[in-house]
């Protein structure tokens, strides 16, 4: 059982340049969501989405897009990043209740 | 926004010794999480509770989900080192927000032998 991939692991990116995180869950979860994690922060909701074609802002959007074309992958593009997106991010999916994490991407804008 | 605050946000505690930490808010949420992560992997879950005044046990951890479904507590009893980790409170919105789910900003926990 893969469960939720996320990809790539690591990645280091300039200021200014755009990337895109995958996201893929092989569980048929409606639900998905996509974290960033810092110290001392906790997880903070960057968006989710409740279903296919679906996508709702979370405490962090700003800086962030997010598409969901696709029942079972969930994209978070990052279209000119900057030093204060450097972060681990984590995606999630659900069905209701328990949310399944990805191993995370480990993230550094320089 | 429906903010969670976890405390203590630290808690270093010998061997054998018992704990409790805080999970409150001012909004209502339709059920709450407790989660745990260890360092490099994504947090999983321990438990979920969703009536007022609902009480979980899992062996050593009991979780308690507060009357008006505004808080809960989770309370660990005789900890041990494979204990140590950071732990996080989750809640799962309702209403306009369906499907939302917040953490808190978790607690680590670090349990000396």
């Known amino acids: 059982n893969a469960g939720v991939t996320q990809t790539p692991k690591f990645r280091v990116l300039k200021t200014g340049q755009s990337m895109t995180l995958l996201c893929a869950q092989d569980?048929?979860?409606?639900?998905m969501y996509w974290y960033r994690q810092d110290p001392g922060m906790g997880l903070r909701l960057i968006h989710y989405?409740?279903?296919?074609?679906?996508?709702a802002k979370g405490e962090v959007p700003d800086g962030y897009n997010v598409s969901r074309l696709k029942k079972q992958n969930f994209l978070l593009g990052l279209e000119s990043a900057a030093p204060s997106q450097t972060s681990v991010y984590f995606c999630?999916?659900?069905?209701?209740?328990?949310?399944?994490f990805g191993q995370g991407t480990r993230l550094t804008v320089v | 926004t429906q903010l969670l605050e976890q405390s203590p946000q630290f808690l270093s505690i010998q061997e054998g010794e018992n704990l409790t930490v805080y999970c409150n808010s001012s909004?209502?949420?339709?059920?709450l999480q407790w989660y745990r992560q260890e360092p490099g992997e994504g947090p999983v879950l321990l438990v979920t509770v969703v009536t007022g005044g609902e009480v979980k046990k899992l062996k050593r951890l009991t979780f308690q989900f507060g009357d008006a479904r505004k808080d809960s507590s989770l309370h660990i009893t005789a900890a041990q080192p494979g204990d140590t980790g950071l732990y996080l409170c989750?809640?799962?919105?309702?209403?306009?927000?369906?499907?939302?789910?917040?953490f808190g900003q978790g607690t680590i926990l670090t349990v000396h032998p």
């Open positions: 989750a809640g799962n919105s309702g209403g306009t927000s369906y499907g939302k789910l917040t």
């Open positions: 909004s209502v949420f339709s059920s």
């Open positions: 999630a999916s659900s069905f209701w209740q328990e949310a399944f």
């Open positions: 989405s409740v279903g296919e074609g679906t996508t």
């Open positions: 569980m048929n979860h409606e639900y």
